[in-house]
């Protein structure tokens, strides 16, 4: 039996291209699972949002990461890959982040060359640490991981800061030090993915943001010119966030009307029913399961 990260290996593998959408709590993965997508991704500022509800400042901590994306992986079937931020500190501190990454059952990590405390890659004030500490971070992490088919994305943040040329760089660089995958966060256009996929030399991995909707750090690219260009891989990170958001301000503001009116209101359009939350969180099977294990009544 294929385990996640072997499955998320093959993917790699075999997959021509890779849509991977961004969870943060057990509705959004099982949703992702439910609608058959092959994989998908944490994204760290959603999951400090959602866990902690503050803004992406690197306030959130490994051993918080670390068992909310243990929750998660054991959930579904599908691979998931955890954001790891920075890998926490130095290259040692790497290290033993990426051990216990895999030891959650997760299928990688990405790991950036932001300094510390990192910030959301779309918000201004960010910084990266030098390249040489970055390709000592990946020699730490590859060496860390105890399955050689746990994978390493190599994200970086270098082109808001470095332009293109000190992305393209660096982007050898990480390949060199044993990177599986690059990840450059916040691409404007298809020119710079075109030159990062180019140099890499390894799959990259592009931030679609909300997927379906724009926004002025994330362009729109059609999926069949990213993969034309060479892209392996999108991520949705901010797609399901955004959603669940607007959908609980719409029922909310249908709540105040009813409290302000006193009737009753039925807005099936609004909200799915309680048999689909039964359904997505595996109800059916937990009630055969106490049938078989248990006296309990059905």
């Known amino acids: ?85 920075t890998g926490y500190g130095n290259p040692v501190n790497v290290y033993h982040t990426v051990q216990m990454f895999e030891e959650a059952g997760v299928a990688g990590i990405n790991l950036e060359d932001q300094v510390s405390p990192k910030r959301c890659g779309h918000m201004p004030g960010k910084d990266v640490v030098s390249e ?3 390709v000592k971070k990946i020699e730490a992490a590859c060496l860390a991981r105890r399955d050689d088919d746990f994978v390493i994305i190599a994200r970086t943040d270098s082109l808001a800061l470095e332009g293109i040329e000190g992305a393209v760089k660096r982007a050898r660089a990480y390949a060199r030090a044993g990177a599986d995958m690059l990840f450059p966060d916040a691409v404007r256009t298809e020119d710079d993915i075109k030159r990062l996929v180019d140099a890499a030399g390894i799959p990259v991995s592009i931030n679609m943001g909300f997927g379906i909707r724009n926004r002025p ?3 729109l690219i059609p999926l069949p010119r990213l993969k034309e260009i060479g892209v392996k891989r999108i991520s949705l990170p901010r797609m399901l966030p955004a959603a669940a958001i607007h959908g609980m301000r719409q029922a909310l503001q249908v709540m105040q009307g009813v409290i302000a009116s006193g009737e009753p209101a039925d807005r ?21 399961m106490e049938k078989r294990l248990t006296t309990l009544d059905a």
């Open 1 to 85: 039996m294929n385990n996640p990260r072997n499955q998320f290996r093959q993917l790699l593998k075999n997959e021509p291209f890779i849509v991977s959408p961004g969870v943060y709590d057990g509705y959004s993965i099982r949703l992702v699972e439910a609608a058959g997508f092959k994989t998908a991704c944490t994204s760290g500022a959603a999951v400090s949002n959602a866990l902690l509800g503050i803004a992406d400042i690197g306030v959130m901590g490994l051993s918080e990461n670390v068992t909310h994306c243990r929750h998660l992986a054991r959930s579904v079937s599908i691979p998931l890959t955890a954001d790891a931020d």
């Open 132 to 134: 040489a500490e970055m």
């Open 217 to 219: 750090t994330t362009p």
């Open 268 to 288: 099936p359009d609004l909200l799915v029913g309680i048999e689909d939350i039964m359904q997505l969180m595996g109800y059916e099977q937990m009630r055969a």
